[in-house]
Antibody
Framework: EVQLVESGGTVVQPGGSLRLSCAASGFTVSSNHMSWVRQAPGKGLEWVSVFYNGRSTSYADSVEGRFTISRDNSKNTLYLQMNNLRAEDTAIYYC?????????????????WGKGTTVTVSS | DIQMTQSPSSLSASVGDRVTITCRASQNINNYLNWYQQKPGEAPKVLIYAASSVQSGVPSRFSGSGSETDFTLTISSLQPEDFATYYCQQSHNLFTFGPGTKVEIK
């Protein structure tokens, strides 16, 4: 069964750091693009970061310079290192597999999602 | 950056109704547009990709259309399990989600 399980969410003080993990099963992280998406309490979805299987990465402006996405192929796990956390980073963090469909163009969408892990930034 | 808007932000409808949700991009995104459904306490689920392609396993009452800057998600006959929040997402340049449309029971 294809599955993603996030972990690592907790309460952390402003300015603190945290590393989230996303363990994959049923498929290989290194062969896929992978992404993090977050959702603040009562709010909509916000894309955070993507790790392309060619090893390039991209970030939303709101987290650029503070968050780092990475992966451990031996553990089939995706990570999100979050530094200098702010109250506005409080959210459920989801990881998702990004599928590529090759047609006239290359189409990307998120087809498998984890259940999420909750990060609360508060003193 | 590409900005996404959706209308309406919420709607009330009855079982069996035809429902249409609109999504607009701040610039031409061709057909790099996906639609997701999210129920309370659950992760999002993809419904439509590339503006009009229905994801495997998604009921045929869901359809998508549009190109460039204007897109539509249509539910042809609303079912009880369709009450949820719907998000559009552009994938032309990285990813951006729309603010969501909450579909509630009338």
């Amino acid at each position: 069964e294809v599955q993603l399980v996030e972990s690592g969410g907790t309460v952390v003080q402003p300015g603190g750091s945290l590393r989230l993990s996303c363990a994959a099963s049923g498929f290989t992280v290194s062969s896929n693009h992978m992404s993090w998406v977050r959702q603040a309490p009562g709010k909509g979805l916000e894309w955070v970061s993507v790790f392309y299987n060619g090893r390039s990465t991209s970030y939303a402006d709101s987290v650029e310079g503070r968050f780092t996405i990475s992966r451990d192929n031996s553990k089939n796990t995706l990570y999100l290192q979050m530094n200098n956390l702010r109250a506005e980073d409080t959210a459920i963090y989801y990881c998702a597999r990004v599928i590529t469909i090759v047609g006239v163009h290359y189409y990307y969408y998120m087809d498998v999602w984890g259940k999420g892990t909750t990060v609360t930034v508060s003193s | 950056d590409i900005q996404m808007t959706q209308s309406p932000s919420s709607l009330s409808a009855s079982v069996g109704d035809r429902v249409t949700i609109t999504c607009r991009a701040s610039q031409n995104i061709n057909n790099y547009l996906n639609w997701y459904q999210q129920k309370p306490g659950e992760a999002p689920k993809v419904l439509i990709y590339a503006a009009s392609s229905v994801q495997s396993g998604v009921p045929s009452r869901f359809s998508g259309s549009g190109s460039e800057t204007d897109f539509t998600l249509t539910i042809s006959s609303l079912q009880p399990e369709d009450f949820a929040t719907y998000y559009c997402q552009q994938s032309h340049n990285l990813f951006t989600f729309g603010p969501g449309t909450k579909v509630e029971i009338k």
